[in-house]
């Protein structure tokens, strides 16, 4: 096993395009959304990736239950593709039509000040495991962090941080 498996820790994005417009309007972006975005990125050196969101969940309280614009992104250009999961509680199977990317997965709820416990956000990171092997996913908040105060926003990073620790203990202990 790779010190990247045992770690369940991915990279970060060198390059990230933060692209709200595919998921707001799937038929456009399904008729020149993907090109635009491979072009965008024609020479970009390094890793990168897009961020396809809901919107900021202090404003948009109301989350569908999966993305219209998401498994079209497997023919992008990016390496990593970044989802929100935890506001939506998102069916994850649409992971699967993502072979080959890193996620980058949400995982922190940014519709509330509440700090979730970090097993809670461990649990988030399970529900993917088992569509998407643990040295492709990156651990991120929802959207919209600057919404929250900063004691929240500082317990839920610690939350997500404890979560990695122990799924990097599982990883470990299951090799």
């Given amino acids: 096993m790779s010190a990247t498996r045992r770690s369940a820790v991915c990279s970060p994005p060198e390059r990230q395009v933060d692209e709200p417009y595919m998921e707001s309007r799937p038929e456009a972006a399904r008729a020149y959304g ?7 990125l024609d020479d970009v050196e390094g890793t990168t990736a897009v ?4 919107g900021y969940a202090a404003i948009i309280h109301n989350r569908p239950p999966a993305y219209s614009f998401l498994a079209e992104l497997a023919d992008c250009a990016c390496d990593q593709i970044s989802i929100e999961t935890a506001q939506s509680n998102l069916d994850l199977g649409v992971l ?14 940014l519709s509330t000040n509440d700090v ?25 908040p929802d959207c919209g962090m600057k919404y929250l105060s900063r004691h929240s ?5 610690r939350a997500m941080s404890a979560a990695t620790a122990l799924l ?3 990883l470990v202990t299951a090799t």
């Fill in 34 to 40: 993907l090109e635009a975005l491979n072009r965008a």
């Fill in 51 to 54: 961020r396809i969101c809901f």
């Fill in 96 to 109: 699967a039509d993502l072979a080959g990317k890193v996620i980058i997965l949400g995982v922190i709820d």
């Fill in 116 to 140: 979730e416990r970090a097993e809670l956000v461990a649990e988030r990171v399970r529900r993917a495991l088992p569509l998407v092997e643990a040295d492709h996913v990156v651990i991120a």
């Fill in 153 to 157: 926003a500082s317990g839920k990073m």
């Fill in 168 to 170: 990097r203990a599982e």
